[in-house]
């Protein structure tokens, strides 16, 4: 009997190579609508699946392999007499190999398309064929991927097609259509949660290796919504690790909470801190776009600065950490220029990301071989962060309010000047591990603590710090030496020790969520001690 083949791809890389192999081969090949139209017009004999199905295609286009005749001819079991007495009965061919790809949903999902037509590029009858082959694998060959036409040419050739292979390639016809239905599902699913976790995820590369060097590793991207990984664009320097990706995209979350150039994503918790504080009020200038840098390091940030130019964000965000800041990452929310890239070529960083690079300041990075820049022009917008655990994946909402309420809730008043440093120190300790604190002075980081178990660890050894920056900042000349003013929290203080302590280190306002049963406490040291706290309502943990 002759062997037979249907094709209908929309990708059509490398199918005239396998049609014209198998055409040579002696196999009949059943074609439709585009395909056959290409085929055809490259010499090759084809039949229509009319003449297969004796039923014209209709509805568009949408009812063409839907048939009996199809699905009867790739799902029949070679070695079940009943099955082949029943398609000899009915005058029904086998099909031997399919080679279909889909209709290109994921490209169309990501294209701003209309839902009806979004819609039309989802496919129905190109995931049915597949999966009725890829059940028959022992009996029937089925290519989903171009990259995998020579490998068969070569079995076929050979006469001997291993079982494993065709294990594969029925595998990689359900990874496909379980993607392929995960991005439909995302798209029309108007739920936060639904009862089934859809998602969508194609291998972009392999990595060298994990967090670890015994590890193996590889990096996934969003099918339908490609998010920070999708966008970005590396123009110079060896591939990312996995550790990098990791720290990319923390120090990327980190500096777009303070807006980003390219983008029309309001600063985190804009919104709010309008409606709360008053447009008008001196927290505006917290609610609008700002110069940032940021520095992470071991996936939390070591330094962090506003500026009214990036050198200077960049200058005080490495004056936070200078030790720690080595072997970093960096990252910009506006393009980097020439006089800020000649300061931070200066020492080794892993990574430079920023929206764009000037000429000048690209000619001097890319004199640093192994420094990895990342041309990234989208802020973080992924509304669900999902955190795999042994057996499952926890899915919760991305923190992107800041502030719920702003509560003075001490007899001492927040100083004006103090107010943007506070919403600053706000937005950077949602991004240090917890429990975490952040010092802050004029718009910079000078003490970040975190990742400890203890509360008051983190605060001494932040506050001990700022005292040290200040003091270097003051001996090369940038800086006036006055104690930091200003402290923010994670989370609520459960007892007093904190403000204790800050009042050594000169500290006059505190921002934190507050609701710990010991408010009381730590309000009365505050009192006591002349120092300002406001609650925030909204708590930033970060495990």
């Known amino acids: 009997m002759k062997r037979r083949a249907l094709m209908s791809?929309?990708?059509?890389?490398?199918?005239?190579?396998?049609?014209?192999?198998?055409?040579?081969?002696?196999?009949?090949?059943?074609?439709?609508?585009?395909?056959?139209?290409?085929?055809?017009?490259?010499?090759?004999?084809?039949?229509?699946i009319e003449d297969v199905t004796q039923f014209p295609e209709m509805l568009d286009g949408r009812v063409k392999t839907l048939h009996p005749v199809i699905h009867a001819g790739l799902l029949a079991r070679r070695d079940n007499a009943e099955h082949m007495?029943?398609?000899?009965?009915?005058?029904?061919?086998?099909?031997?190999?399919?080679?279909?790809?889909?209709?290109?949903?994921?490209?169309?999902?990501?294209?701003?398309?209309?839902?009806?037509?979004?819609?039309?590029?989802?496919?129905?009858?190109?995931p049915t064929m597949l999966r009725s082959a890829a059940k028959n694998f022992h009996h029937v060959l089925v290519l989903t991927d171009p990259a995998d036409y020579d490998e068969t040419i070569q079995y076929l050739e050979a006469g001997d097609i291993p079982e494993s292979f065709r294990k594969k390639l029925a595998g990689?016809?359900?990874?496909?259509?379980?993607?392929?239905?995960?991005?439909?599902?995302?798209?029309?699913?108007?739920e936060p949660f639904p009862e089934y976790w859809p998602q969508s995820l194609r291998k972009v590369q392999s990595l060298r290796y994990g967090e670890n060097g015994h590890q193996t590793a590889a990096l996934y991207a969003n099918t339908d919504k490609p998010g920070v990984i999708g966008n970005m664009k590396q123009i110079h320097g060896k591939e990312l690790s996995y550790n990098n990706?990791?720290?990319?995209?923390?120090?990327?979350?980190?500096?777009?909470?303070?807006g980003l150039e390219t983008d029309n994503a309001e600063p985190m918790g804009a919104a709010d801190?309008?409606?709360?504080?008053?447009?008008?009020?001196?927290?505006?200038?917290?609610?609008?776009?700002?110069?940032?840098?940021?520095?992470?390091?071991?996936?939390?940030?070591?330094?962090?600065?506003?500026?009214?130019?990036?050198?200077?964000?960049?200058?005080?965000?490495?004056?936070?950490?200078?030790?720690?800041?080595?072997?970093?990452?960096?990252?910009?929310?506006?393009?980097v220029d020439e006089a800020a890239a000649k300061k931070m070529s200066e020492i080794f960083f892993e990574i430079i990301a920023a929206p764009d690079f000037d000429e000048e300041?690209?000619?001097?990075?890319?004199?640093?071989?192994?420094?990895?820049?990342?041309?990234?022009t989208h802020a973080a917008k992924e509304e669900k962060e999902c955190t795999a655990v042994d057996g499952g994946v926890l899915v919760q909402d991305s923190d992107r309010r800041l502030i719920e309420k702003w509560e003075v809730v001490?007899?001492?008043?927040?100083?004006?000047?103090?107010?943007?440093?506070?919403?600053?120190?706000?937005?950077?300790?949602?991004?240090?591990?917890?429990?975490a604190i952040v010092i802050v002075k004029d718009g910079a980081a000078v003490g970040i603590g975190g990742g400890q178990t203890n509360r008051i660890w983190?605060?001494?050894?932040?506050?001990?710090?700022?005292?040290?920056?200040?003091?270097?900042?003051?001996?090369?000349?940038?800086?006036?030496?006055?104690?930091?003013?200003?402290?923010?929290?994670?989370?609520?203080?459960?007892?007093?020790d904190i403000v204790e302590a800050a009042a050594e280190y000169g500290i006059k306002a505190i921002i934190q969520p507050g609701g710990s049963i010991n408010d009381k406490a730590s309000i009365e040291a505050c009192d006591k001690l002349g120092i300002a706290m406001v609650f925030t309502g909204i708590r930033h943990f970060k495990h």
């Open 410 to 435: 001490t007899k001492t008043q927040v100083d004006p000047k103090d107010i943007d440093d506070m919403i600053f120190g706000m937005r950077t300790v949602a991004f240090v591990k917890s429990n």
């Open 245 to 258: 990706i990791r720290d990319l995209d923390l120090a990327w979350k980190a500096v777009c909470a303070h």
């Open 458 to 496: 983190p605060a001494r050894d932040s506050l001990e710090r700022s005292r040290a920056v200040i003091q270097t900042v003051k001996e090369a000349g940038t800086g006036d030496g006055t104690p930091a003013r200003v402290l923010a929290s994670d989370a609520f203080f459960p007892f007093p």
């Open 273 to 335: 801190i309008e409606a709360i504080l008053g447009n008008n009020s001196v927290g505006k200038k917290s609610a609008a776009k700002q110069v940032a840098c940021v520095a992470v390091k071991h996936n939390t940030p070591c330094g962090a600065s506003l500026g009214g130019i990036l050198l200077e964000a960049y200058n005080n965000c490495f004056a936070c950490d200078p030790v720690s800041i080595f072997g970093g990452i960096i990252a910009c929310n506006v393009k």
């Open 361 to 376: 300041a690209l000619s001097i990075l890319q004199a640093k071989k192994n420094l990895r820049i990342i041309k990234i």
């Open 172 to 190: 990689k016809v359900f990874d496909l259509t379980s993607a392929y239905d995960a991005a439909i599902a995302r798209y029309l699913l108007d």
């Open 85 to 126: 007495k029943t398609l000899e009965e009915r005058g029904i061919g086998t099909i031997d190999l399919v080679c279909v790809n889909l209709y290109p949903f994921f490209e169309k999902v990501q294209a701003g398309l209309t839902l009806d037509e979004t819609v039309e590029f989802i496919d129905i009858g190109g």
């Open 9 to 48: 791809v929309y990708d059509k890389n490398g199918i005239l190579t396998l049609a014209k192999y198998l055409e040579k081969s002696g196999w009949e090949i059943i074609s439709t609508g585009g395909t056959y139209k290409y085929l055809k017009d490259n010499q090759t004999a084809v039949t229509g």
